[in-house]
């Protein structure tokens, strides 16, 4: 019995945030996401997830009639069809955001279709997966990242980001001062990955690290530009820190270009922008086979799955310093726990997520 999608729902949860955060490189201005519910024949729902205000018009525009009508357990299809489909429009950007969100509710209702969740659907049996807290937009006040860090040190996390890049990326003596302040702090058996955020050219990402010998970084996040491959390549050469970048890439393709350029110890692919699960499957495939590492970026709820089954996985993301902790505080009404530094996947079918229908409703594109 065919069991076909046949409707697709975009809402668009998103607001200007009244004292936006920010990083060294972008300002925060909205905060909220993207949700997408694709429908099946009997009733049964999936949800996806993604960011940015342009997407919900793009799918509708762009995606919807590439999936209404077609097997949900027929993955693979659509998105080759759905990636076909934006050729024109934009290989990138907003048009693999919205593939990623609706690859992301195909599976969630491929899990609920076959009554399984996600990670067992990848081969995964894994659900406790550790977590690393983000600490520290350069919004907040140094003190505050200091008192931030030792809450989520006593919350049994063991590895901290924070981030650096003060006035545009030219003031490395306050960057490394914010650090030598968490660094004193929480001492030195928590681990510490510092986030760039791409602001630095090459040589001063160099200059950064030289002068930040002392701190103890055990990851340097996008030191440079997501596009300059080459400066990235010369900051990992200089094996001052391990080097990750990836958050900005799409597909199969941004990943083979970075592994093929020697430029990264660490892979971090978001699922709601490379191409969702399906694009994210090739990925993890192609980083393992290098024998490098992957740390996904934000949306662990989502990520989680793809970490399960992996063992070339590092850690997952997590902003407890946001309000509502983690993403999706307001459509997700049954957050997963973290609990010591370990982010715990539900065991129920697809995401194991439920989303707050009747507030998404209220934001309905349509």
Not at 181 to 202: M, P, Q, T, W
């Amino acid at each position: 019995m065919s069991n076909k999608i046949k409707a697709v729902e975009v809402f668009s949860p998103i607001f200007r945030a009244e004292d936006p955060p920010f990083d060294s490189s972008f300002i925060l201005k909205y905060s909220g996401n993207v949700v997408v519910r694709v429908i099946a024949e009997d009733g049964t729902d999936g949800f996806g997830v993604t960011f940015g205000e342009p997407v919900a018009e793009y799918i509708k525009m762009n995606l919807i009639e590439e999936v209404v009508g077609k097997d949900p357990l027929a993955n693979e299809d659509i998105w080759n069809d759905m990636f076909r489909a934006i050729r024109s429009s934009g290989r990138k950007g907003a048009a693999l955001l919205g593939i990623s969100a609706i690859d992301i509710a195909i599976w969630d209702l491929r899990g609920k279709i076959l009554g399984q969740p996600i990670y067992k659907l990848l081969g995964g049996t894994k659900r406790k997966i550790p977590a690393y807290a983000s600490v520290g937009f350069l919004s907040m006040p140094d003190d505050e990242v200091v008192e931030r860090s030792l809450i989520h040190i006593a919350d049994g996390y063991k590895t901290l980001k924070v981030k650096v890049g003060y006035d545009n990326g030219e003031n490395i003596k306050a960057d490394v001062n914010r650090l030598e302040k968490v660094r004193h702090a929480v001492g030195s058996d928590i681990e510490l990955i510092v986030d760039a955020n791409g602001i630095y050219d090459c040589a001063t990402a160099i200059r950064f690290l030289r002068a930040a010998d002392g701190v103890g970084i055990c990851l340097f996040e996008e030191p440079v530009h997501a596009d300059d491959i080459a400066g990235l390549r010369r900051v990992r050469d200089t094996a001052l820190a391990p080097v990750a970048s990836g958050e900005n890439e799409y597909t199969k393709y941004g990943c083979r270009d970075l592994l093929i350029a020697e430029a990264v110890d660490v892979l971090q692919f978001d699922i709601t922008r490379v191409g969702g699960f399906t694009e994210m499957v090739k990925v993890s495939a192609m980083v393992q086979a290098w024998n490098l590492k992957i740390a996904p970026h934000f949306w662990p709820q989502i990520s989680a799955h793809m970490m399960s089954p992996a063992p070339h996985g590092l850690y997952l993301e997590v902003f407890p310093t946001i309000e509502g902790s983690r993403p999706g505080g307001d459509i997700i009404t049954n957050q997963p726990p973290i609990i010591d530094g370990y982010y715990e996947l539900p065991a129920s079918p697809g995401l194991g997520l439920e989303f707050d229908i009747d507030f998404l409703t209220r934001h309905k594109v349509n």
